[in-house]
């Protein structure tokens, strides 16, 4: 269990949360597990682990042609887009 007090917001990309979805074992498994879990194998060099699937590397080609393209925000630019 998670004491608020000790937790902390992390911001990630909705191409990253879809990934991390596909490490969930089960719907309503957290992300806290999920990164957990991906830690863990990371520390055991368990990198059988690690295979990327044929979506995954999909959307890395995809989000690499996006850089080259000049299709990015800095986080700077991106929170003064959405008013913050």
């Given at each position: ?63 690499k ?13 991106l929170?003064h887009?959405?008013?913050?």
């Amino acid at each position: 269990m998670i004491i608020l007090s000790d937790s902390s917001t992390i911001v990630v990309s909705k191409v990253l949360k879809k990934e991390l979805d596909g490490f969930k074992e089960f719907d309503r498994e957290t992300y806290e597990d999920v990164i957990q879990k991906l830690v863990y194998r990371a520390k055991q060099g368990d990198e059988s682990k690690f295979e990327l699937s044929a979506a995954t590397l999909k959307a890395i080609a995809a989000a690499k042609k996006d850089i080259a393209a000049g299709r990015v925000f800095s986080s700077r630019q991106l929170a003064h887009e959405m008013g913050f």
